[in-house]
């Protein structure tokens, strides 16, 4: 089953995750260090984060390390620009009115 980037960052945990392998590549024993999960919890999220493309998992030798690929977010930031310019342009006229009745105001006084 293929997923998508936005069902991939609604859990915390994986949040985390992504947080962590933006510093750094880790190998997968690392990855679930400071989580309070069991690591069977741990490798389905790295699954997750793996089919949405948010990380790849590359065989080191003996161990498998996992690399945040964070351009998969330009996704969501998109998405959430389309709403950003809708409020910044809401809270511009709210701006505008609270200027205009100050303006009044002044006028009355």
Not at 10 to 31: E, F, G
Request: aromatic share 8%.
């Amino acid at each position: 089953m293929r997923r998508d980037t936005f069902q991939a960052i609604a859990d915390p945990t994986r949040r985390d995750i992504l947080a962590r392998l933006s510093h750094q590549s880790l190998n997968m024993n690392s990855v679930g260090e400071d989580f309070d999960v069991s690591r069977a919890a741990i490798y389905k999220h790295l699954k997750i984060l793996t089919e949405c493309g948010l990380v790849t998992i590359e065989q080191r030798g003996r161990e498998r390390y996992c690399e945040a690929k964070l351009e998969k977010l330009n996704e969501v930031s998109d998405w959430i620009d389309q709403y950003r310019k809708v409020w910044n342009q809401r809270f511009d006229n709210l701006e505008d009115y609270l200027k205009e009745l100050q303006a009044k105001d002044k006028k009355n006084l």
